[in-house]
């Protein structure tokens, strides 16, 4: 198995605030790994720090065997990483359709790419030519993880997907991630909610004070209750 991205030893300063302590962690090519951790361990920014829109102060970042430490955050995504942020970064005055448009290169839809991501999130379609800004906090989410598909990508990064949404949607959104895991995407995801981590993780890192305390095999972090509480401070058999 190639480990598609490795952080190796990564710090990361924000001003005079020391947020990462020498990250370490892999994430496999084709495998789903999930980044965990209590709120403020470090795990946004840590995905920011592997976009370049923080800069690392130390360390190396390698995806594909090369050094992406320093490279700017267009040059980045252009190696076929995309971004889903926590705030979505939809543009709620354009079209569903406008806002795909933008994520496509200079030839415009791949037809055939478009009916497969669509065909994960059905209402999009049905929603093709409102405005984005009247979607649900669902069907943004939905929007956001789309756009970031419909051109080829080798690294899916998504950062709490899940954040503030009723748990039907949430449903919805585990059985599209499962589609795409079955797909052999490969994708770092920061999640909350332990059953979609659980239902989807391959593999683990979780993290605590802007350090890996934890990486192992998502089946063995969800089977030990004792582990769970002692990296994460409740149970995942709590998170059903």
């Known amino acids: 198995m190639t480990d598609l991205l490795k952080l190796d030893a990564v710090h990361t300063h924000i001003g005079h605030y020391h947020i990462l302590h020498g990250v370490d962690f892999v994430v496999p090519e084709g495998e789903v790994t999930m980044l965990l951790g209590r709120n403020g361990a470090g795990k946004t920014t840590t995905l920011r720090t592997i976009m370049g829109l923080w800069r690392a102060s130390a360390g190396r970042i390698a995806f594909a065997g090369q050094d992406i430490t320093a490279l700017p955050t267009p040059d980045i995504a252009r190696l076929g990483i995309a971004y889903v942020p926590e705030s979505m970064g939809i543009f709620t005055q354009l079209t569903v359709r406008e806002n795909m448009l ?5 030839s415009g839809f791949d037809s055939a790419r478009l009916d497969r991501v669509l065909a994960y999130f059905p209402i999009l ?26 051109e080829e990508r080798r690294l899916l990064i998504v950062d709490e997907p899940t954040k503030g949404l009723a748990p039907a949607v949430i449903g919805h959104l585990i059985e599209a991630f499962q589609a795409l895991k079955e797909a052999r995407t490969t994708i770092l995801l920061v999640e909350q909610n332990f059953h979609m ?24 972090l969800a089977a030990d209750e004792e582990l769970q509480a002692r990296l994460l401070g409740l149970s995942l058999a709590a998170h059903q």
């Open 102 to 106: 933008l994520a496509t290169g200079a």
């Open 125 to 150: 379609r049905q929603k093709w030519n409102d405005a984005a800004g009247g979607l649900s906090g669902g069907q943004k989410q939905m929007l956001a993880v789309s756009r970031a598909m419909v």
């Open 197 to 220: 981590a659980r239902s989807l993780g391959d593999g683990v890192a979780v993290m605590d004070d802007g350090r890996i305390v934890h990486a192992g095999r998502m089946a063995d």
